[in-house]
């Protein structure tokens, strides 16, 4: 069983920058699938990034150019760095994992769907 601990989100003003950390145990970080998801009040969840245990990145429209996703694999870590955030950008934000990447994520925009493992989120509000 994967173990997800989500950490760094706040309230930040538009236009400002946080870096989201996940911390992954009970199984090597280069084995595994990651991404990040978001859920905003009454919406949907949605992929905000992704990275595949080979390397391969992929990022959702709506962030290309204002996040990036990268591992650390000596500190087990997963990070988001969101930078230009805006108050569309509040939502509770998601680690996922999807152990030797089984369920299909090759890295593009990642899907609900090719993740099995979550973490238990970390809240970031933009105010305006």
């Known amino acids: 069983q994967v173990q997800l601990v989500e950490s760094g989100g706040g309230s930040v003003q538009s236009g400002g920058s946080l870096r989201l950390s996940c911390v992954i145990s009970?199984?090597?970080?280069?084995?595994?699938?990651l991404a990040w998801f978001r859920r905003a009040p009454q919406k949907a969840r949605e992929g905000v990034a992704g990275?595949?245990?080979?390397?391969?990145?992929g990022y959702s429209d709506f962030v290309k150019g204002r996040v990036t996703i990268s591992r650390d694999d000596a500190k087990e870590t997963l990070y988001l760095q969101m930078n230009s955030l805006k108050p569309d950008d509040t939502a509770m934000y998601y680690c996922?994992?999807?152990?030797?990447?089984?369920?299909?994520?090759?890295?593009?925009?990642?899907?609900?769907?090719?993740?099995?493992?979550w973490g238990q989120g970390t809240q970031v509000t933009v105010s305006s």
């Open positions: 996922a994992a999807d152990p030797y990447c089984v369920l299909g994520y090759s890295g593009g925009n990642p899907r609900e769907a090719e993740f099995r493992d």
């Open positions: 990275i595949h245990r080979s390397g391969a990145i």
């Open positions: 009970g199984i090597p970080i280069d084995t595994i699938c």
